[in-house]
């Protein structure tokens, strides 16, 4: 099966452009009225999940963030004064038992 190219697309395969069927103004031409914008023709549908993530979002962004701003203050309090202690076996104790739970 041979075809002949000859860089002309059939009519049936022709890509549809708004903006071609726009009427052209030429050179000259009347212009005191402001030019139409073409409807836009990209459309966007969200999944159940990416509309799920939104509305926690939403919901997330709306909510107290449950800081204690009582334990924050005197955390910086103590970290400006240099009176903050950091408890290295603690932090490793408990990095162990997240491991440990992970692994399950």
């Known amino acids: ?11 049936a395969l ?14 000259g031409s009347e212009r005191s009225q402001p030019v139409g914008a073409t409807a836009p023709a990209d459309q966007m ?3 159940g999940d ?12 709306a909510a107290p963030a449950g800081i204690d701003v009582a334990k924050v203050n005197s955390i910086r309090a103590s970290l400006a004064d ?3 202690r950091i408890n290295a076996q603690e932090i490793a104790n ?5 491991e440990s739970e992970l692994a399950k």
């Not at 099966?1 to 009519?11: E, F």
């Not at 022709?14 to 009427?23: F, I, K, Q, S």
């Open 1 to 11: 099966m041979t075809q002949k190219i000859d860089g002309a697309l059939s009519p």
């Open 14 to 27: 022709r890509p549809v452009d708004a903006a071609a069927n726009a009427p052209v103004q030429r050179a």
């Open 45 to 47: 549908r969200l999944t």
């Open 50 to 61: 990416a509309t799920g993530l939104q509305a926690l979002e939403r919901e997330l962004g």
């Open 82 to 84: 240099g009176s903050y």
């Open 94 to 98: 408990r990095l162990l038992a997240l």
